[in-house]
């Protein structure tokens, strides 16, 4: 069985913002019960950061680390760090560990606002051959961000529904060389959205 941590941003420093922290300490929690099993931390950076910007280390080495200072041995943990995005997230994911390990089983943590796109994302990556359980974590933003995050999900969603209508669930090939050249990956984002992924507020 695989634990599955899913980015949410890093500032230009390196820092993982906080709703990141929760998840990973949620996954050392299913570890700590769960001995045999490894751990997938997921993301490059966003998509959204400037050419001219980017963060000194992946999301997924950050998450590494924290995971690493909180007594999670090197062995058990893997990286995916390719991912700008969450749709690559699932794509890559699959492309460089589940495929490769033959693994069909996972816990994938990301935040409760996260969750719902989440949820079609990797079910129309991955398809009915793969068994997950997804944890959803509260993410302790006040109540005007998480308002206003969970309505840029929900508008989110719908695009990415756009993008993977067309797609048969399991079809992960049907993505390849599509990443960051759609028009969804082109259209312009308000200045928050930026904020919110670079610098995890």
Not at 6 to 27: E, T
Not at 42 to 51: A, E, I, N, Q, V
């Amino acid at each position: 069985m695989t634990i599955v941590i899913l980015g949410g941003g890093i500032d230009k420093n390196g820092n993982l913002p906080q709703y990141v922290k929760k998840r990973l300490d949620k996954a050392i929690e299913i570890f700590k019960k769960n001995k045999n099993a490894k751990i997938l931390v997921s993301g490059k950076y966003s998509f959204l950061y400037p050419k001219n910007l980017i963060p000194p280390v992946t999301e997924a080495q950050a998450m590494k680390d924290y995971l690493i200072k909180k007594g999670i041995l090197k062995k058990n943990i893997f990286l995916e760090n390719k991912s700008k995005d969450t749709i690559s997230n699932a794509y890559y994911a699959k492309k460089i560990y589940f495929i490769p390990k033959k693994e069909k089983r996972a816990k994938i943590i990301t935040s409760e606002f996260h969750l719902p796109r989440v949820r079609y994302i990797f079910k129309k990556v991955f398809g009915r051959d793969y068994k997950f359980q997804y944890i959803p974590i509260s993410s302790n933003l006040n109540n005007k961000s998480v308002d206003k995050v969970q309505q840029r999900q929900k508008k989110l969603l719908e695009k990415t529904k756009g993008i993977l209508n067309e797609m048969n669930d399991g079809d992960h090939n049907f993505l390849k060389n599509k990443f960051y050249k759609l028009q969804y990956y082109r259209e312009k984002r308000p200045g928050w959205v930026i904020d919110f992924v670079t610098q995890g507020k």
